[in-house]
Every structure is written in C-alpha cells, then in structure tokens.
T-cell receptor, first 114, second 113 residues
C-alpha cells in the first residue's frame, strides 16, 4: 500500500541553524501539506501546496518557513533560523484531491532544537 | 486559532465496551475527518465525512457529521486492546478564498483487557 515517507525520523539542530525536512508524498497525489505537533498537544496545520505553489498557510507559517517541491517526488519544509519553540513533530501529508478530502500522513520527523 | 473541542479528554474502558467521543466547534465546517494516532507515529485516517447528517461506518467505527455542521461524533463498538491511542477529529473550514484545516484537542483512549 502506498504511503507517505519522511526523512530524517529525528533531527537535532542548534538554535539559529537552518533545517530541511523531507517528504515523499504518495505518487499520484496532487496536494501536499505540512503540520506540526508540539509534544503532548494537538496537530496544527502549517501549509498546503498545490500546483507548485502555496495554496493556504496558517499564522504559524511565517517568513522563517518555506516549502518547495524541488523535483517530481520530494516535498520539503525549510526552517531558516530555528528557535527553541520550533521543537516538535513535523508531519507531511498528501491527498489525491483537495484539502477537503482524505489526507494521508507520514510518520513524522521529530525536530529538536537545542 | 480555530477551536475544535473534543470530549472527553481521556477515557479508560474495559475491553468489549462501546466508546463514544465527540467534537464541537462554534464554526461551520465543510468536512469532518477522524484520525487515530499511536505514540510516535503520524495520524491515521479512520473516517471522512462530507455532508451534514452523513453517517459512515468503517468496521466497528461509526461517525456522523452533525446536522448543524458544527459537530461530529465517533463511536467504537466492542473495543479491543489495539483501539488504544489518541483520537483526533479534524475539520476543513472555508475562509475567504481558501481552506483551513484544524485538528481537535484529542481524546486519549485506554482499553483495559
């Protein structure tokens, strides 16, 4: 069964450093998403991406964040200058149709900012 | 941000019992989804609901999209130990020209064998 994959599973970085989190969505899906989940809290929407551009973003997704689909398979989230409060699980998701439809989540990348 | 309130926050039940949890909001949602999350893993989609009043089943799970479009419930019948996890509702809300997606606060389910 096709699934969303994410790498790395755990990333440790120092405050102020740039990180890139990688995702490979399900191959026939057209809509891609990033979410984050701070430990013990609910999942929070960051951004949705369709047709090579951001279609929606939340107030969390500020100028420190960017997303890219550099090739036909990868979807990346970049955090330019990490802060301690960026420590969280970051989940990538994809859907075949628009955001109203079933989104399938990857296993997540745990980001620890020290 | 948008609040999706889930209740109860946690449940401890005996194996074989039925479970009911719900999700409410002050806003009207276009779509309701229910996810289960195991520790250290990503949410797994259980049921998707697209129309007000829609009642959908997936095995022992049943979910309904409230008539007011401001709430949804999830029922699990005859619980088993592998039902343990955190259950999240999620809703899609149209704002302006776009769609925003929100998750509920979660219901932690413990099933006692």
């Amino acid at each position: 069964e096709p699934e969303v994959t994410q790498t790395p599973s755990h990333q440790v970085t120092q405050m102020g450093q740039e990180v890139i989190l990688r995702c490979v969505p399900i191959s026939n899906h057209l809509y891609f998403y990033w979410y984050r989940q701070i430990l013990g809290q609910k999942v929070e929407f960051l951004v949705s991406f369709y047709n090579n551009e951001i279609s929606e973003k939340s107030e969390i997704f500020d100028d420190q964040f960017s997303v890219e689909r550099p090739d036909g398979s990868n979807f990346t989230l970049k955090i330019r200058s990490t802060k301690l409060e960026d420590s969280a699980m970051y989940f990538c998701a994809s859907s075949e149709q628009g955001p109203s439809y079933e989104q399938y989540f990857g296993p997540g990348t745990r980001l620890t900012v020290t | 941000g948008q609040q999706l309130n889930q209740s109860p926050q946690s449940m401890f039940i005996q194996e074989g019992e039925d479970v009911s949890m719900n999700c409410t909001s002050s806003s009207i949602f276009n779509t309701w989804l229910w996810y289960k999350q195991d520790p250290g893993e990503g949410p797994v989609l259980l049921i998707a609901l697209y129309k007000a009043g829609e009642l959908t089943s997936n095995g022992r799970l049943t979910a309904q999209f409230g008539i007011t479009r401001k709430d949804s419930f999830l029922n699990i019948s005859a619980s088993i130990p592998s039902d343990v996890g955190i259950y999240f509702c999620a809703g899609q809300l149209r704002r302006g020209s776009g769609n925003q997606f929100y998750f509920g606060t979660g219901t932690s389910l413990t099933v006692i064998p």
